[in-house]
């Protein structure tokens, strides 16, 4: 089970952190993703890394603004989120699958609710 949290509102420049507590096995087979959903468009990939071993994959839009990464002890997925703007609204989702990094959400075996983020100018 996922379960995501840190969404709210913020003014664009703002920073924000969002978690995604894990329940249930883990391995560092595992690769762990960011989804988001912008207001009346597809689900998009955002970043994603691998539970284990670190490496890490971003979209463009996003890359050198967001960080994402796990918490083995915590058993936590997080996207630190930097200097916002108003198209980084959405609906932010994590995904987890077996096997490597895909930036497909097909690829993805479970998700979790979904957490709002919305910026503001």
């Known amino acids: 089970q996922l379960v995501e949290s840190g969404g709210g509102l913020v003014q664009a420049g703002d920073s924000l952190r969002l978690s995604c507590a894990v329940s249930?096995?883990?391995?560092?087979?595992?690769?762990m993703g960011w989804f988001r959903q912008p207001p009346g468009k597809d689900r998009e990939f955002v970043a994603a890394i691998t539970w284990g071993y670190g490496g890490a994959v971003y979209a463009a839009s996003v890359r050198g603004r967001f960080t994402i990464s796990v918490d083995n002890a915590e058993k936590a997925l997080y996207l630190q989120m930097n200097d916002l703007n108003p198209e980084d609204t959405a609906i932010y989702y994590c995904a987890a699958k077996v096997g490597n990094i895909r930036t497909n959400q097909d690829a993805y075996d479970y998700w979790g609710q979904g957490t709002q983020v919305t910026v503001s100018l």
């Open positions: 249930g096995r883990t391995s560092p087979t595992y690769a």
